[in-house]
């Protein structure tokens, strides 16, 4: 970290953060939902039996293109891949690769464009009809009922779910922590909220009343707004940092739509510092390379460590 960037630092006065993957670690259940929820439609729409795991190298294959902040998304992207190398005869492991190779920011578009280059797929994509209505849309429906369990799916949604299963979201590891809200506090008073692409009750399940030190008026939850508004979408953020009158405001993330939403906010006239988080990927250094790669300055293993960066021990 240069010494432009601790200067800067200094001169902040609002902090928003991320919650998947910086707040709590979703390794065991939004990662192992993409993967279940592909392993099911496969096998119980397009009768595809023989089929790789879709662990977190695809994942983060797909996510580093800034286009997949939205784990259905990647779930649906994944499942046009295998399908489409069923259709092609081609091997699933490296073909998922060259679809990754060509998706960017715009996200299950690019993938349908390039899907659509080498294969019919609108078969597929009639049967998904994704995205669609989240409550009415089969493959938003088998994600949400395996990742929050019979009895929260019901609550969240009015539905009964088809699986009886406990929910992943129960293997939610959260990393936050009350002594940590209140460092940051010390410096940032009353500015501190979320931009996340969860919903308001999904977070609320894992963080308990740890939710409530943040500023929820200035939060945004994007799971419940309009599709429009995902990440990178600045909107959110910016309306977050607005309404905190912020004038200088960290952004804290561990993806590359969450650098590519700061860096359009920034664009757009408010002033953000990216912070981005690694220690949650299952390979910190390629997170870390190509968080560089790309022009951030500052990243850090774990929240954990913020308030030594900003001098608050």
Same mark, same amino acid.
């Given at each position: 970290? +240069?010494? /432009?960037?601790?200067?800067?630092?200094? $001169?902040?006065? !609002? @902090?928003?953060?991320?919650?998947?993957?910086?707040? #709590?670690?979703?390794?065991?259940?939004?990662?192992?939902?993409?993967?279940?929820?592909?392993?099911?439609?496969?096998?119980?729409?397009?009768?595809?039996?023989?089929?790789?795991?879709?662990?977190?190298?695809?994942?983060?294959?797909?996510?580093?293109?800034?286009?997949?902040?939205?784990?259905?998304?990647?779930?649906?992207?994944?499942?046009?891949?295998?399908?489409?190398?069923?259709?092609?005869?081609?091997?699933?492991?490296?073909?998922?690769?060259?679809?990754?190779?060509?998706?960017?920011?715009?996200?299950?578009?690019?993938?349908?464009?390039?899907?659509?280059?080498?294969? +019919?797929? /609108?078969?597929?994509?009639?049967?998904? $009809?994704?995205? !669609? @209505?989240?409550?009415?849309?089969?493959?938003?429906? #088998?994600?949400?009922?395996?990742?929050?369990?019979?009895?929260?799916?019901?609550?969240?949604?009015?539905?009964?779910?088809?699986?009886?299963?406990?929910?992943?979201?129960?293997?939610?590891?959260?990393?936050?922590?009350?002594?940590?809200?209140?460092?940051?506090?010390?410096?940032?008073?009353?500015?501190?909220?979320?931009?996340?692409?969860?919903?308001?009750?999904?977070?609320?399940?894992?963080?308990?009343?740890?939710?409530?030190?943040?500023?929820?008026?200035?939060?945004?939850?994007?799971?419940?707004?309009?599709?429009?508004?995902?990440?990178?979408?600045?909107?959110?953020?910016?309306? /977050?940092?607005?309404?905190?009158?912020?004038?200088?405001?960290?952004?804290?993330?561990?993806?590359?739509?969450?650098? #590519?939403?700061?860096?359009?906010?920034?664009?757009?006239?408010?002033?953000?510092?990216?912070?981005?988080?690694?220690?949650?990927?299952?390979?910190?250094?390629?997170?870390?390379?190509?968080?560089?790669?790309?022009?951030?300055?500052?990243?850090?293993?774990?929240?954990?460590?913020?308030?030594?960066?900003?001098?608050?021990?």
């Amino acid at each position: 970290m +240069d010494d /432009s960037v601790l200067d800067d630092l200094v $001169s902040t006065d !609002g @902090i928003i953060f991320d919650c998947d993957g910086v707040l #709590i670690d979703i390794t065991k259940s939004y990662n192992l939902a993409i993967d279940k929820t592909v392993q099911y439609v496969l096998e119980n729409f397009f009768q595809i039996k023989d089929k790789i795991r879709i662990d977190s190298k695809i994942i983060d294959g797909f996510k580093s293109s800034g286009g997949f902040n939205d784990e259905v998304d990647l779930t649906y992207a994944a499942i046009l891949s295998l399908t489409a190398a069923k259709k092609l005869d081609k091997d699933q492991h490296k073909f998922i690769f060259d679809v990754i190779s060509n998706a960017d920011s715009s996200g299950i578009l690019s993938v349908e464009k390039y899907l659509e280059s080498l294969v +019919d797929i /609108s078969d597929i994509k009639n049967k998904l $009809s994704y995205p !669609g @209505i989240r409550n009415n849309n089969p493959l938003y429906k #088998i994600f949400d009922q395996i990742f929050y369990g019979s009895e929260l799916y019901s609550k969240l949604f009015k539905q009964k779910s088809q699986f009886s299963e406990n929910g992943l979201i129960d293997n939610d590891i959260v990393i936050l922590n009350l002594q940590l809200i209140q460092k940051l506090k010390s410096k940032f008073g009353k500015n501190v909220a979320i931009v996340s692409g969860r919903g308001l009750e999904s977070i609320r399940y894992s963080l308990e009343s740890l939710l409530d030190e943040f500023d929820l008026k200035n939060s945004a939850f994007l799971e419940d707004e309009p599709r429009e508004l995902a990440k990178p979408n600045p909107e959110s953020l910016i309306r /977050s940092i607005n309404g905190m009158n912020s004038k200088y405001c960290i952004y804290v993330g561990d993806s590359m739509e969450d650098f #590519i939403m700061a860096k359009k906010a920034t664009e757009h006239g408010c002033k953000v510092i990216f912070c981005g988080i690694i220690g949650t990927s299952k390979n910190p250094q390629a997170k870390l390379e190509l968080f560089q790669h790309n022009g951030a300055k500052l990243v850090l293993k774990s929240i954990n460590l913020i308030p030594k960066m900003l001098n608050l021990e």
